[in-house]
């Protein structure tokens, strides 16, 4: 009897609820919250704000003005970005054809290295997701094209005008009046962003080759007369129009299934109760909005959260030691300014759980961790000022279960399950890809 008097209490109370135009159902509610905090710090253009385009929708891409996405410049640049036969300029001939741009930005990866340092040329092995390459020792230690910091992702990178952990690469927007520091950068005064510049100053850098004879003997003549129709003959199978084909690929690259982006676009059972309840500590108590906004969840600024670097740990090796002091000093070592030292540009934080090391000397193997870190406010490093210090660096105040919660979200909500679909079944080469070392060429599968 007390069970039926109890259930049609409930009745009572779920009909009036029903009846009453102010009710909203509890999920509701959280989203409802969640929706008002975006809005509140959407710089007044609401949820849209924080929407990424379609990868194909290229008139909402944000592009570079001198480089015009197009269909045959994507298709190119992403077939580059995976061939390993550009790896034909190594130091040491037995690696020529073993290694690509993707060697350090693979897909199952989040379009990061996989480990903590990455490794170019004279690196051997892939594992899972890059986690298994290793240094080849049959070579000399400084043959090796090791990254003095940890390898950004080429995720959403549309969204930056400037590239590098410092973002030195680019000719425009944030790096103007910085044209004294361009010494080594004459790829910057060709007035390209970022992206672009990257891609035509790596090709350098990461002894890679495009020219002429690789295009006639890989199969790409067609695909750049088709990209470059409007560039004369003897120009177009160069470097260059490699590089605005790759960035062209990179600028596509978007993370626009992650659960996030679909509740953003109206799917609500897109994220669970954990991860929305992150979402509100991210864009409320945790201040992260603050630098980890708009579409990609990154400003265009840098910061300094103290955080350590490749020289205080065993696990990293630094080949340059008088050069590795401007490395460390991130933006400041690039503009030479000292309110800039030890501040990094801001990282989109998508996919950012596939790669395992984080902040740019890779000094975290978990998310919580970083978040328990900045939230504790202690520095890594010894070496930043107070100054210098972000303001959100340990302030926040943040609860134990809100750090769980904004971990979840991170993890989970931003995380777009099929970043496989930017990757070519082929490459133009037939070669083995990211890489074709013969350790390598087991982990992937390759015949």
Not at 43 to 71: A, C, E
Not at 141 to 169: E, H, K
Not at 242 to 261: D, G, V
Not at 338 to 356: A, M, Q, R, S, W
């Amino acid at each position: 009897m007390r069970r039926i008097v109890i259930l049609l209490g409930i009745s009572v109370i779920l009909l009036s609820c029903a009846n009453d135009d102010n009710y909203v159902p509890i999920s509701s509610i959280v989203d409802q919250e969640l929706k008002n905090l975006l809005i509140d710090n959407s710089r007044g253009k609401g949820l849209s704000y924080f929407i990424l385009p379609g990868s194909d929708d290229y008139s909402k891409i944000p592009q570079d003005p001198k480089n015009p996405i197009t269909q045959s410049k994507v298709s190119l640049g992403k077939l580059l970005l995976h061939e390993t036969a550009l790896g034909s300029n190594p130091k040491m001939e037995e690696m020529k054809g073993t290694y690509s741009c993707a060697s350090c930005h693979q897909a199952s990866a989040g379009f990061s290295s996989g480990l903590r340092q990455g490794i170019g040329e004279c690196g051997v092995g892939f594992g899972s997701n890059g986690n298994g390459r290793s240094i080849y020792t049959a070579v000399p230690i400084d043959s090796v094209d090791i990254q003095p910091l940890r390898s950004p992702t080429l995720l959403n990178v549309a969204y930056q005008d400037v590239m590098l952990w410092n973002g030195q690469f680019g000719g425009t927007g944030t790096n103007e009046n910085t044209e004294a520091n361009w010494d080594n950068i004459p790829e910057n005064f060709l007035g390209f962003e970022g992206i672009e510049v990257q891609a035509l100053k790596g090709q350098g850098v990461h002894r890679l080759l495009v020219d002429e004879s690789f295009v006639t003997t890989h199969g790409y003549k067609e695909m750049f007369d088709i990209a470059f129709a409007d560039v004369p003959t003897n120009e177009r199978y160069s470097k260059i129009n490699a590089a605005l084909a790759i960035a062209a690929y990179e600028r596509t690259l978007l993370a626009n299934q992650a659960p996030w982006q679909k509740w953003l676009n109206g799917n609500l059972n897109a994220m669970n109760e954990i991860e929305k309840r992150g979402a509100i500590a991210f864009f409320g108590n945790g201040k992260c909005y603050e630098c980890h906004t708009g579409p990609a969840l990154n400003d265009k600024a840098f910061h300094a959260f103290g955080m350590g670097d490749f020289d205080n740990s065993a696990l990293a090796i630094v080949l340059d030691t008088p050069g590795f002091e401007n490395v460390k000093k991130g933006r400041g070592g690039f503009t030479k300014k000292p309110n800039d030292d030890y501040k990094f540009k801001t990282p989109t934080l998508y996919n950012i759980v596939d790669n395992g090391f984080y902040g740019h000397g890779g000094t975290f193997t978990s998310i919580k961790d970083v978040v328990t870190y900045k939230n504790n406010g202690i520095p890594q490093s010894k070496e930043v000022s107070a100054e210098n210090l972000a303001s959100q660096f340990g302030t926040i105040n943040l609860t134990e279960r809100e750090i769980e919660d904004i971990t979840v979200f991170i993890e989970n909500a931003l995380r777009d399950p099929n970043l496989s679909r930017y990757v070519p079944d082929t490459i133009g080469s037939g070669f083995c890809f990211p890489n074709n070392d013969s350790q390598s060429q087991i982990d992937l599968g390759c015949d």
